[in-house]
Nanobody, 119 residues
Framework: QVQLVESGGGSVQVGGSLRLSCAAS????????IGWYRQAPGETRQMVAS???????NYRDAVKGRFTISRELAKNTVSLQMGNLRPEDTAVYFC?????????????WGQGIQVTVSS
């Protein structure tokens, strides 16, 4: 079982920055991918950014150029640097990791952390 613990959320004004961190209970190298999703009230959960085995990254179009995902393998953490924040970035952000083992797919989630952007 993989445990993911998020930190770094909070409230910020439009145009501000926040950095989210996710600490994994296992070596990130042992995972096929890790990243961030978000869910605003009344909306479905959506992928924000992810980093995959080998280091390739994916971003939601709405955050490209504003958010950067990175990982520290020695600390088993993945971070999301968020800049030029907008009210529509307000959501609960979840750390997600996945792994494929012997044909099985495993999906892990953190508890979520609130990010609020106010104008």
């Amino acid at each position: 079982q993989v445990q993911l613990v998020e930190s770094g959320g909070g409230s910020v004004q439009v145009g501000g920055s926040l950095r989210l961190s996710c600490a994994a209970s296992v070596s990130i190298d042992s995972l096929n991918g890790i990243g961030w999703y978000r869910q605003a009230p009344g909306e479905t959960r959506q992928m924000v950014a992810s980093i995959h085995i080998g280091g390739t990254t994916n971003y939601r179009d709405a955050v490209k150029g504003r958010f950067t995902i990175s990982r520290e393998l020695a600390k088993n953490t993945v971070s999301l640097q968020m800049g030029n924040l907008r009210p529509e970035d307000t959501a609960v952000y979840f750390c997600n990791a996945y792994a494929r083992r012997e044909g099985e797919f495993y999906d892990y989630w953190g508890q979520g952390i609130q990010v609020t952007v106010s104008s």
